[in-house]
């Protein structure tokens, strides 16, 4: 495989979550490695929080296993049994089934990166943990649900625990 140049893969901003979860996203943004590579088994993003910015909302995945390695700046990583200071050369994984919400925040003054590399299954449940939704992905279309399958149809909180829509 060629050297590839970071310079041409192509950088998502903003979010697939339905509003109001989305505009939660602001300061987000990811290089997408792995499609400029063409990889169809994997995804491999480099992700870029400014100061104040979440990766994501905290979740889990039913079939696809994370991996994520802080590169610069110091993120926060969010999880039920609580929050770890993750500094450069750090790594956290999640394997597929664990129902352990996650998500790294940048509560520092600096942006931070940090390499997530994750399985791409042909179908797949994110559970989200502080929010009554669900991300279903089957025949390449996505789908939000509510944790009982329902139709998303606007938020709909948890009962209170811990962490909530922040």
């Known amino acids: ?6 310079a041409k893969a192509p950088v998502k901003t903003g979010s697939l979550y339905p509003a109001p979860y989305a505009g939660q996203m602001a ?7 792995g499609d400029l590579a063409g990889l169809t088994q994997f995804g491999v993003n480099i992700v870029t929080l400014e100061p104040g910015a979440v990766a994501s909302l ?14 610069e700046g ?28 996650h998500r790294f925040v940048n509560r520092s003054d600096a942006p931070a990166r940090f390499l997530i590399v994750g399985s ?15 991300l ?4 390449g279309k996505a789908r939000f649900t509510y944790q009982d399958g329902s139709d ?5 909180d948890l009962a209170p625990k811990g962490e909530r829509n922040g």
């Open 74 to 101: 110091e993120l926060i990583l969010v999880e039920d049994e609580g929050e770890t200071v993750m500094r450069p050369g750090e790594c956290a994984a999640w394997k597929a089934g664990v129902a352990n919400g």
């Open 27 to 33: 300061g987000r943004s990811s290089i997408r490695l």
């Open 152 to 156: 998303w149809a606007g938020p709909r």
């Open 1 to 6: 495989m060629p050297k590839l140049d970071l």
């Open 136 to 139: 279903h992905i089957a025949g």
């Open 58 to 71: 905290r979740h889990w995945h039913l079939n696809e296993d994370e991996f994520g390695m802080v590169l």
């Open 120 to 134: 791409k299954a042909t179908e797949e449940v994110a559970t989200y943990s502080d929010v009554d939704m669900q």
